[in-house]
Every structure is written in C-alpha cells, then in structure tokens.
C-alpha cells in the first residue's frame, strides 16, 4: 500500500497548528517562580476555555474512535460512553467541583493529604498514576496503529513524534499551553468530523442508516442488563475521578466558575460524539467489498477500532479526507496532553513536594513538574510501543480508579467521621475484590464468583459497583469504631499509630459553615502554623520563610 501523502499533510499542518499554539500560550505562564501557573494556570482561567479543556478531558482519541467503534461493533445500546460522560461533568461540578475549588487545593489529592496524611495520599497517587499513564500510553498506542494501517507509515515514528510534541508544548506551558491547545484541538475535531458527516452519509457503498436502525441500534439482553448497569455506572462516577478533570475546575476563577465549567462542558461531550456515532453506524451499512479497501490487508470486522478513520479515507473524497485524519490526530493530542501533565502534577505536588520534601522553593518545584513530564511521556511511550494489551491494562486501572478513588473521595469530602484507619481498610478491601472478581483480558483468574456468575459469559453481577458500595461501607465503619476506641481512652494514644485521631484539632462545632471553615483552615496556612509534613502533625511557624519558598498544599485562592 502506498504511503497516503494527503493523511500525512492533514496531520502534519494540525500538528504545526498545535505546537504553536502551545508554544504561544506557554508565554502566558509566569515562568520557573510559579508552580500555581503551571498546576492550576494561575487560578485565571476564563469560563470559555475551561469549559472547552474540561470537555477535552473526555474528548480525546479514545472517545472519538470508541464511539465509531461500539456503534459499528455493539450497537448504539452498548454505545454508553457519550451520554455517561456527559451527565458525569454536571455530576461532578455538584458533588466536587465547587466545594473543591472553594478549598483551594492545587490537586485531587490534596484533601487526603489534608486529613489523612502524606502517606496515605500517596498511597492513593498509585491507582491515580497509573491511569494517567495507561491512558495515554493508550491512546499513543492507538495513534500509532491508526497511522500504520490507514497512512502506511511506521508505528514506532507516528507514536515517538507524537509524543516529542505533546511533551514540548506541555513542558514550556503547563496547563496554560494544555488548555488553549484543548480548544484549537476540539474546534478541529468538531469542525472536521461535522464536515465528513455528509460525505459519509451520502456515499454509494453506504446503505442509508435508517434502512437498518434496528440492527445498528442493537440490544440489551436481560441476562447482559448487570454488565450494562456496570459499566453505565463506571462511567457515570469512574470518569470523573481524574486528576485532568480536577486540574481544570480547580484552575476556575471561582468556586461558581468551577461548577459552570463542568456544566456546560456535560453538553460539549455529548455534541462532540454525535458524528463519531453516525459515522459508526455508517460504516455498519458499508459494503466494503465495493470499496477501494484491500479486505485481506485490513477488515473492519476483524479491527473494528479502525472504522472512523477507515470511513473517513475510504468514503469522502481527498480534499475531505485531508481534513478528517487531521482532525483524528488532534483528537488523540488533547487526550494525551492531559493526561501527562495529570500525572507530573500530583507526582511533583503531593509526592515529591508532599511526602519527600515538607519545603520546596518554588522553582524547584517547577523543575520537578516538567522533568515528571518528560519522564510520565517517555514511560507512556514506551509502554504503548512495547505491550499489546495497553488497552485493557487501562480498563483495569479505570476500574481501580472507580471502585477505590471514587468513594474515597466521597468520604474525605463530605464525612468528617473518617479517617486514616478507614481509608487504609477500604483501599485494600476494594483492591482485593476487584482483583477477585477476575479479568479475562489479563489473564486475571476469577476467585470470587459473585450472583449470577456464569460459566461462559463470567460476571453478570455489577460487581464493580458494588464493590464501590461496600468500600463506602467499610470506611465509613471503620473509622468510626477506630474513632470511639482511640478518642474515649478504650485504646491509649500509643496506639494510634496514624496519628490521625488522638492528635487531630476537632474543627470547632461554632464554625458551621463551609465558607468559615475554609477560611480558618486557609489562615491557618498562610500563617505558617502548620503546613503539610509528617502525618496530620502540627507544627511551628516558618521562620525566615520569603516568597520563593513553597509550601505544599499552600495556594491562591
């Protein structure tokens, strides 16, 4: 096959578009003394670019293609992801985006650390981490292949070039660069998939999706509805428990902004994947044998993760096609930057400025930021060039991202009863009956058999789900029991080993209101009485402390 030089020049002039852009709005970052510029862009973000890089965050290579993808392959029925993702922003704008931002944290971490300790939260950082990277080592992945099947060009050099890119503009910018990128990327993934839209639709080797609605729509069998159930749910409160979703609505001008953000952005997600659906139901109605397609090459059956840009190259004309591969390669850039800087965020922020280091200067702290960059982007690329089953090594690490950081983040939020003891128990009870409920796509043995476990399709019981429940439940039990036994002298302070409840400053019960707390707990902070070292411990004034100096957990509200 030869090299098609038109899906190389659509994807070169967006990759050029892209990079300078980043690079332009990496000269709105305040340089090497800010870390608050490079994590939350200042606390400056317009409502207009936040809405679009907060949508971004879902919006990527992955959501693009899948929804072509489980439309062509499942149906519209088992095509969740739109509509999930796009009731999880509003969803997380009422539940975590405004009481978030109103505390000021600079991370999703940050309110672990706060009440649980360094170790704890970075105990939490593990699952976090390892999504990020899956998840761009996924998506590079799936541009490397995209880009060799339909472009004829070397996996390995797609993958690399695209990751020097995103790793460029991101080190320079931080989330100044990611987010004004994330605008130009989706402008280029509407306006390009719109404009293939009618070209698709209209195409000879297409029958009319209408004349086949009933099969591309597809089914949920009764006995599927516990999968069903599962994955909506994963989705609807999995997807929000990201530090590249956090970064955005904790980067808003105001608590309010903040919570707008996630709400329009819920509309944006939805918009963004009706072409990607027609286009997967169009390519369930092509007769590929009347196409140009070499079937013995590349069947869309056998690699249905292809459809979208197989449509594309094969049923619009050149000048069309130029516009829609370039739009695919920004779609998987605005993923992709997200999830590196994510990940370099919370290393540098609640890792290396947390647990190992209770004072960093700023620019040291900046410096560790871009060089966690470089190294999450060469990790991600090295995973997505050297293991095949990138993909479900990620929809593992979503589960334990669903099934540990969401009802964690739940508890720490909203029930002050818990503590250390709880979260500790939780984590690893969550972790044991996730990995007891098996996964095949790893090779993962099923040693616990939840109801209606069956012998041929496995689980059918929404045991993630319920796994998130009974996490809930043991936090919530545990510290509570752990809370009466150290704190009415049943056990002596020797024994609590956290320091988390016999150490602790009960916040007073006069301050009710959230808004009183969090200026206490702010002032409390700015003083210098106490900032984030060892395990909940209290400690003196900073002496000598001068406005290089950065204190973890310290920021601009």
């Known amino acids: 096959m030869a090299v098609n030089w038109v899906g190389i ?14 690079l332009w709005a990496s000269r709105k970052s305040k340089g090497d003394s800010d870390p608050d510029s490079v994590l939350v862009a200042s606390r400056d973000m317009s409502l207009f670019v936040g809405v679009w890089t907060t949508a971004a965050t ?3 290579g992955a959501y693009i293609n899948g929804a072509a993808e489980s439309v062509f392959e499942s149906g519209l029925a088992w095509t969740q992801a739109p509509w999930a993702y796009a009731i999880s922003m509003p969803l997380g704008g009422i539940l975590f985006a405004k009481h978030m931002r109103a505390k000021g944290y600079l991370t999703m971490l940050d309110p672990f650390q706060d009440k649980y300790g360094n170790r704890m939260g970075g105990l939490l950082f593990i699952p976090a981490l390892f999504g990020e990277i ?19 060009l070397n996996v390995k050099l797609s993958v690399i070039i695209s990751a020097v890119i995103v790793a460029f503009y991101t080190f320079f910018g931080g989330l100044y660069s990611v987010a004004y990128t994330d605008v130009v990327q989706l402008f280029c993934i509407f306006v390009g998939l719109w404009f293939c839209v009618p070209f698709v639709m209209t195409n000879e080797h297409a029958a009319p999706i209408t ?10 069998d009764p006995s599927d509805a516990g999968i069903w159930i599962d994955f909506t749910m994963l989705l609807l409160l999995g997807g929000i428990t990201w530090q590249a979703y956090f970064q955005r609505v904790l ?3 105001s608590p309010e902004k903040a919570q707008k953000m996630s709400f329009i952005a819920g509309f944006v997600v939805i918009i963004m994947a009706i072409p990607s659906v027609l286009i997967g139901a169009v390519g369930f109605n092509t007769d590929w044998n009347s196409t140009a397609l070499d079937l013995n090459k590349t069947n869309p059956h056998d690699h249905p993760s292809l459809i ?4 594309i190259q094969y049923l619009t004309p050149t000048y069309v096609a130029f516009v829609g591969l370039g739009a695919l390669s920004a779609a998987v850039m605005s993923s992709a930057d997200s999830s590196v800087l994510a990940a370099s965020s919370m290393f540098a922020h609640n890792i290396w400025g947390g647990l190992f280091r209770s004072k960093v200067s700023k620019r040291e702290l900046v410096w560790v930021i871009r060089i966690s960059i470089v190294v999450t982007t060469i990790l991600a690329t090295i995973i997505a060039l050297t293991v095949h089953s990138v993909y479900y090594l990620y929809v593992l690490c979503s589960d334990l991202v669903y099934v540990i950081i969401f009802p964690q983040l739940v508890c720490v939020l909203y029930i002050k009863v818990c503590n250390t003891y709880g979260s500790l128990v939780g984590f690893v009870i969550a972790i044991l009956l996730r990995i007891g409920g098996g996964e095949g796509s790893l090779h993962i043995p099923i040693f616990i058999k939840f109801p209606f476990y069956s012998e041929t399709k496995g689980q059918l019981f929404p045991f993630r789900t319920f796994i998130v429940v009974f996490s809930f439940a043991v936090i919530i039990v545990i510290s509570y029991v752990t809370d009466i036994v150290l704190r009415r002298g049943y056990l002596g302070p020797r024994w609590d080993i956290f320091k ?18 969090e200026k206490m707990h702010m002032e409390r902070k700015r003083s210098g009485e106490w900032q984030l070292g060892d395990v909940n411990e209290m400690k003196k004034p900073l002496a000598g402390k001068d406005e290089s100096e950065y204190i973890p957990g310290e920021s601009k509200i």
């Open 134 to 152: 899956l998840w761009s080592a996924a998506i590079l992945a799936s541009l490397g292949t995209t880009m060799s099947v339909i472009l004829d």
């Open 9 to 22: 020049a659509g994807i070169v002039v967006f990759y050029i578009i892209i990079l300078v852009v980043g």
């Open 308 to 311: 979208l840009p197989l449509v």
């Open 500 to 517: 988390c409840v016999t150490s602790v400053e009960r916040v007073p019960d006069e301050v009710e209101h959230e808004g009183e707390e």
């Open 251 to 253: 980067a808003a001008k």
């Open 211 to 220: 004349s086949t609605s009933s099969e591309w729509i597809g089914t949920i």
């Open 58 to 60: 879902i919006v990527g």
